[in-house]
């Protein structure tokens, strides 16, 4: 069993979360994410948290700006009970009015937009699953690990879905397994996305992708004299 499932907590982006088994236990990685989005995050934004589970990713967010509005998004009803907490339990009584959390099967609940979307979606093969650490495949949630056949599933449905909920030049960013850096980045050029990057995390892997959705103009008709 995890030390921080016997716990009840973990430190995440100099905050304390409460974890438990129905939660993915935030990773320093995942702190690569963050450091990223607040780069891009200003006063007054709205961010949605795709797939928040503990809700370490938004919460961290929103406690290292001002005046953003967020909502945290997962399937999990278990999982959104401890985002909530984290949220009373970290969050000062006027931040905590700008942050809700919606149950939903990615965007099927999901209505208006965002200047930024952040995903750490499930992103590691099925069969790769069964060989992970006795400590995450037993006891962290599968569905927050299990990214289907290839682990692209959900990156797929998120950059199909997402332009729909971002504002004009609106950012999505990902974090993403070591070797998955050149996949998710042509899936987000297809779909619109420009000025696509993949950023490494400390020890050199790839770790997250972000880039830009721009929403293309058609040409207006050229006046024929």
């Keep these: 069993i995890p030390l921080q499932q016997l716990t009840g907590e973990q430190d995440f982006m100099g905050l304390t979360f409460a974890v438990n088994e129905h939660v993915l236990i935030p990773r320093q990685d995942t702190e690569i994410l963050v450091e990223e989005v607040l780069k891009e995050l200003h006063d007054g934004m709205r961010v949605l948290d795709m797939c928040t589970g503990s809700g370490c990713i938004l919460l961290s967010l ?119 850096g050149q996949a998710v980045s042509e899936l987000m050029r297809t779909e619109g996305y420009r000025e696509v990057q993949v950023v490494q995390d400390y020890a050199g892997l790839d770790r997250v992708v972000f880039g830009t959705y721009v929403t293309v103009q058609p040409a207006p008709f050229a006046k024929s004299r």
């Design 62 to 180: 929103l406690h290292y700006s001002n005046a953003c509005e967020g909502l945290g998004v997962d399937l999990s009803a278990d999982a959104l009970e401890v985002a909530e907490q984290n949220a009373e339990t970290l969050l000062d009584a006027v931040n905590a009015d700008r942050v809700h959390f919606l149950q939903s099967d990615l965007f099927d609940k999901v209505e208006g937009k965002f200047e930024i979307i952040v995903s750490n979606p499930p992103y590691i093969a099925s069969a790769e699953v069964e060989k992970l650490m006795p400590e995450v495949r037993d006891h962290e949630p599968r569905m927050a690990l299990d990214g289907t056949e290839d682990g692209l599933h959900f990156y797929r449905r998120i950059i199909e879905e997402a332009g729909k909920h971002l504002v004009s030049s609106g950012m999505l960013f990902f974090e993403i397994g070591y070797d998955q």
